[in-house]
T-cell receptor, first 110, second 115 residues
Framework: AQSVTQLDSHVSVSEGTPVLLRCNYSSSYSPSLFWYVQHPNKGLQLLLKYTSAATLVKGINGFEAEFKKSETSFHLTKPSAHMSDAAEYFCVVSAGDMRFGAGTRLTVKP | EPEVTQTPSHQVTQMGQEVILRCVPISNHLYFYWYRQILGQKVEFLVSFYNNEISEKSEIFDDQFSVERPDGSNFTLKIRSTKLEDSAMYFC?????????????FGPGTRLTVL
């Protein structure tokens, strides 16, 4: 069965410092993995996706994620947080339908 | 940039009433989906729809739920007799194909409150 686990429900960083949002997946075959972001009162916006091409995936707004099969991880990173990055982030595995993690709320302090 | 739209943004209804949530998917997409997120819980898959038929549904999607594409642009979710536990954010999504590698594009959601 396909599933994802987001290891942190809440991450708080200072503006200008790195961001790390952790996600582990479980899949019986080569997964398709996604990160979505949800700003308050907005829809779910795709940040990036992995579909078995390059293991390091670059997304929008300076985010990237690395697929590590040996660790069954797909962590989301950004070198320098911006205030506008404050939002809820979802790691998702596709199995036809999308299976969402519980979400990580990112807070960015000035 | 094309986007998925949903109306209304917030719907308040009395228990036992019927509600219809509306979505306009991206125009050249062929696959449509509904998800819901109960407050404080995960986003959960409800149903997928292709070629005017349900292609997959979860155990949440019982006989109280139905979906329809009444015309060439709208995609609706109907709840026949709402229960308190139906209170949630409902997201519509669409994709060009049904492949697992394909991106699903989500709308902003409809917040349903059942009193």
């Amino acid at each position: 069965a396909q599933s994802v686990t987001q290891l942190d429900s809440h991450v708080s960083v200072s503006e200008g410092t790195p961001v790390l949002l952790r996600c582990n997946y479980s899949s019986s075959y080569s997964p398709s993995l996604f990160w979505y972001v949800q700003h308050p009162n907005k829809g779910l916006q795709l940040l990036l996706k992995y579909t078995s091409a390059a293991t390091l995936v670059k997304g929008i707004n300076g985010f990237e994620a690395e697929f590590k099969k040996s660790e069954t991880s797909f962590h989301l990173t950004k070198p320098s947080a911006h205030m506008s990055d404050a939002a809820e982030y979802f790691c998702v595995v596709s199995a036809g339908d999308m299976r969402f993690g519980a979400g990580t709320r990112l807070t960015v302090k000035p | 940039e094309p986007e998925v739209t949903q109306t209304p943004s917030h719907q308040v209804t009395q228990m036992g009433q019927e509600v219809i949530l509306r979505c306009v998917p991206i125009s050249n997409h062929l696959y449509f989906y509904w998800y819901r997120q109960i407050l404080g819980q995960k986003v959960e898959f409800l149903v997928s729809f292709y070629n005017n038929e349900i292609s997959e549904k979860s155990e949440i999607f019982d006989d109280q739920f139905s979906v329809e594409r009444p015309d060439g642009s709208n995609f609706t979710l109907k709840i026949r007799s709402t229960k308190l536990e139906d209170s949630a954010m409902y997201f519509c999504a669409s994709s060009a194909s049904g492949r697992i590698t394909d991106t699903q594009y989500f709308g902003p959601g409809t917040r349903l409150t059942v009193l």
